[in-house]
């Protein structure tokens, strides 16, 4: 039921199994067949995910959805905090942490954290922003001001370079199309504290403080100043051999690690060219178009429909996580997948809206 009720204003679960098919195809011809037929068993699995959400929640979109997205962040900063201050002052963790100072909130490593708190910020912002935030409860309305709060802090601790980056342009965009000039201001405000205030983080909490500053000294201004980095230029030149190597096919997706490099690509659309070749770099951008179809009626014009104020004001943030992506591998992430259902679910929610508008106004309805 779910693939039919999408399928009527959407491309994208086509789109999806077309992308994991052509993932899976050259599977014979993979330098590693176990790992690219795990790899697209994976996306497969988190797809029908994503279908599963979307059917538990599209008619609840706004009541049980958003209020339970509101919480799992909440939830995730307030175990990642507690994590990361007991690892610095010795009492007992909830998840096993590498080194102290890291923070991780469950996850394998800081890197991982990061990048989950980013897609639960590109969701939970635009409900701030847009006119679905008066819908809600006014103890939700709380909840979702200091989550997103303690979940931006977080994010900026776990020094995630790619995450600030995607958290950076979507605010930029978001900016810049919406004229907002009061949450600019407030924006400005709030990071000329966080700078005037990071050099303290060294007498707190100084494992946390020397990664930071090792990843923007490392990732930022020896890149800018010295040159690209050593790793990246492995990394980045070994997908592009792949893909040379074997330009339909590439190496077989998840079977670029131990086969050209000790690790997998860092860079969503290195990975498509270097281990899917040109068959699953068209099947991505195919997936790519159908998600952004989603968006463009709701970036038309301005509506009073909440759920279309959603998708318009959610879209800068979507950009910036596609430039985010450009050293993240998206598609096997849970949190992305959680993002697809919440986009659909935002879309099907909009259209069901206006469709029961024209109803009560007893007009024909056009076509969605």
């Not at 931006?152 to 776990?158: A, E, G, R, S, V």
């Not at 279309?308 to 591998?329: E, H, Q």
Request: positive net charge; contains cysteine.
């Amino acid at each position: 039921m779910g693939f039919k009720r999408i399928k009527q204003y959407s491309f994208l679960p086509e789109a999806t199994l077309l992308t994991i098919l052509l993932f899976f195809m050259p599977i014979l011809f993979s330098y590693n067949k176990l790992a690219t037929f795990l790899e697209s068993g994976i996306i497969l699995f988190l797809f029908l995910i994503s279908i599963l959400i979307f059917e538990t929640y599209k008619d609840h979109f706004k009541e049980k959805l958003v209020p339970l997205l509101i919480y799992t962040f909440l939830g995730a900063s307030i175990l990642g905090y507690y994590d990361l201050f007991a690892g610095l002052l010795g009492f007992p963790r909830i998840f096993t942490g590498r080194t102290a100072g890291e923070p991780l909130s469950g996850f394998k490593n800081a890197g991982q954290a990061g990048a989950y708190f980013l897609i639960f910020i590109t969701m939970l912002v635009p409900v701030r922003f847009s006119k679905l935030f008066q819908k809600l409860s006014m103890s939700n309305k709380r909840v979702l001001n200091i989550s997103l709060f303690a979940g931006i802090i977080f994010l900026l601790l776990t020094a995630k370079i790619a995450a600030y980056v995607g958290l950076v342009s979507g605010f930029f965009l978001f900016f810049l199309w919406n004229r907002k000039f009061k949450v600019l201001l407030g924006s400005a405000v709030f990071i000329i504290i966080g700078i005037l205030l990071f050099p303290s983080l060294k007498e707190i909490m100084p494992q946390t403080y020397d990664r930071i500053t090792y990843k923007y000294q490392n990732r930022i201004i020896d890149n800018i100043y010295e040159g690209p980095d050593e790793f990246f230029e492995d990394n980045y030149g070994a997908a592009i051999q792949a893909f040379e190597e074997r330009p339909l096919i590439g190496s077989g997706i998840g079977a670029f690690f131990q086969s050209y490099h000790e690790n997998e690509v860092h860079s969503t659309y290195l990975k498509m060219l270097g281990e899917t070749g040109l068959l699953g770099t068209l099947g991505y951008v195919i997936f790519v178009v159908s998600f952004i179809k989603l968006f463009l009626k709701a970036n038309l014009k301005r509506s009073d429909n909440e759920y279309m104020d959603y998708l318009r004001v959610v879209t800068p943030f979507i950009i910036g996580c596609f430039v985010s992506w450009a050293y993240t591998y998206h598609f096997r992430k849970r949190e992305f997948w959680i993002l697809v259902a919440v986009v659909l679910i935002a879309n099907y929610c909009a259209r069901q809206q206006v469709l029961n508008k024209k109803l009560e106004e007893n007009e024909v309805p056009e076509t969605l």
